[in-house]
């Protein structure tokens, strides 16, 4: 693996803490003080700041970016190499975080997939909603703040919900359960 960049750290210490991340971060010599450290770097980096963050300010922020668009900054990701890291730009050069995506994307499904095997087909840690939708849908329900994403599709046959939270668009839990999220 590759040195983790200020972009894997920005968004490892900006998604929800679970095991799972704290143990890949453990693996590339990351812990709780270099999360902590970070954390405070983004407060006074102004990123949590939608106008303060400019296409200018996450190059200087981030380095170049591996890919331009015309709307977007696209970064490869160390922790996550299967994932590129976007952000988006509007007309006046206000730059925010849309979040992870394949870098090679899976084969389309022929038609929409059953909510109900979701757990069989979406991978946690890989797959992002922008595979979700595709393969499934809209979700019955979204509750998703910022970066935060909470979706819920259902009630399946047996009346369950499946719940799925992504960080960034990244799937990291999907769960089946008689509730919504």
Not at 36 to 58: F, H, R
Not at 96 to 121: C, K, N
Request: proline share 5%; glycine share 6%.
């Amino acid at each position: 693996m590759h040195a983790l960049t200020k972009l894997d750290l920005y968004v490892a210490a900006t998604m929800r803490r679970s095991e799972r991340l704290l143990a890949v971060l453990r693996q590339c010599g990351v812990d709780n003080a270099d999360l902590l450290e970070t954390e405070a770097w983004i407060d006074s980096s102004g990123l949590l700041m939608p106008d303060l963050s400019t296409k200018d300010s996450i190059q200087a922020l981030f380095g170049p970016a591996q890919k331009y668009e015309p709307n977007a900054l696209v970064y490869e990701l160390a922790l996550w190499p299967d994932h590129n890291f976007r952000w988006l730009v509007d007309n006046s050069e206000r730059a925010a975080p849309v979040g992870f995506e394949l870098r090679f994307a899976p084969p389309a499904w022929q038609s929409h997939l059953e909510f109900e095997d979701m757990g069989d087909h979406l991978r946690v840690w890989y797959h992002t909603i922008h595979e979700m939708r595709e393969w499934y849908g809209v979700p019955n329900l979204d509750e998703s703040w910022g970066h935060l994403g909470s979706y819920a599709y259902g009630p399946t046959s047996k009346e369950e919900y499946v719940n799925v939270q992504a960080d960034y668009g990244l799937i990291t839990t999907v769960t089946k359960d008689f509730r919504r999220n």
